[in-house]
């Protein structure tokens, strides 16, 4: 077997909803060289423990099959029997499915159109031995791993491609654009680009819709984007000395900024202000020349001398006890 993930940006032309852009970032998952239902069984459990271990809450897993091209000419008869009579009640995308691609009938938003799918021909009534024995067995190691999940007959993939395993996570306090993940089997997808036939499943995460799930819970991290020191400099004359000690406070693990713009005395305590710096060390022209700097702790106002050479020791002390 071979398992792989991806991470990054990709396009859509979709029309945008609630966490759907034109511009998104995805993270995703495949397995490739496997036929039988456990590996199926591991990627929905990676989806579901990826989305608890983030903390949501509320997770409905909806599975399906959606057949292979030996049975589903057999459903695609008996849909088109059971819509022909209402096709033209119906939306115009769903029309124009109908001859194309009448198993995107039940996948339609249309809520008038969703009442008719609901008393369509499912998908399950046709499938044929090997496909009955692969659900069967999916839904067999689901239920042993504690899972909860429903079948939903209406779940289904729009390319002929997918075969058998269909599934999909969705997070209800989202509304109606639910769905936080989805995935499934595509076992003809490599032969149909020019490879050989390869077995595969995998599923796919917006990360946009994840965050606005997490966000829904208050589950987003808090960060501290304080700094822990800001060294002050007034004048040029003890510059080196400035971003000498700057960096040995970085090496020692300190978020330190300082100013390169030599500016004053003021501007440069307006700054380190601004970046919520928890203390302040003024190298003053004075202190320097007794080997001395001035220590100023931002949130009491407390201000002391320190001896240059003890500069690293003392703040990382400071900083670690101000946590």
């Known amino acids: ?25 995805q993270f995703g998952v495949e397995a490739l060289g496997v036929e039988g239902p456990n590996i199926d069984a591991e990627i929905i459990l990676l989806a579901v423990q990826i989305l ?44 124009s499915r109908f001859d194309r691609n009448p198993l995107r009938l039940l ?17 399950e009534e046709c499938l044929c031995e090997e496909c009955k024995a692969h659900f069967e067995g999916l839904k067999e190691l689901l239920t042993a791993a504690g899972v909860d999940y429903v079948v939903d007959h209406n779940l289904v993939r729009g390319l002929d491609y997918y075969t058998k395993t269909a599934f999909e996570i969705q997070y209800a306090p989202l509304g109606a654009q639910s769905a936080v993940c989805g995935g499934g089997r595509y076992d003809g997808l490599i032969e149909e680009i020019g490879g050989p036939a390869t077995p595969g499943i995998g599923f796919a995460m917006g990360m946009e819709r994840v965050l606005l799930a997490i966000e829904s819970q208050n589950l987003l991290p808090q960060f501290d984007n304080s700094i822990d020191v800001f060294v002050v ?80 020791s003392i703040l990382k002390t400071e900083v670690q006890s101000h946590e």
Not at 68 to 94: A, I, N, S, T, V
Not at 290 to 307: D, F, H, K, W, Y
Request: glycine residues 6%; proline residues 6%; contains cysteine.
């Open 1 to 25: 077997p071979t398992k792989l993930f991806y991470i990054g940006p990709m396009f859509r032309y979709d029309r945008p909803q609630a966490g759907r852009y034109r511009q998104f970032h």
């Open 52 to 95: 608890q271990t983030l903390g949501l809450k509320d997770l409905k897993l909806k599975v399906n099959s959606v057949g292979c091209p030996k049975c589903r000419p057999l459903h695609r008869e008996k849909l088109q029997e059971y819509f022909r009579p209402h096709l033209g009640e119906m939306c115009k995308d769903c029309q």
């Open 107 to 123: 996948d339609c938003k249309n809520p008038h159109d969703q009442e008719l799918a609901a008393g369509a021909p499912s998908l």
């Open 233 to 312: 400099c007034p004048g040029s004359a003890n510059f080196t000395l400035a971003f000498k000690e700057t960096i040995a406070l970085r090496r020692e693990g300190l978020k330190v900024e300082f100013d390169f713009l030599g500016r004053s005395m003021k501007a440069q305590m307006k700054q380190a202000n601004r970046l919520a710096a928890k203390y302040v060390l003024i190298l003053g022209e004075d202190e320097v020349a007794r080997g001395c700097a001035v220590l100023r702790n931002m949130s009491t106002s407390e201000q002391t001398e320190i001896p240059i050479q003890d500069i690293t």
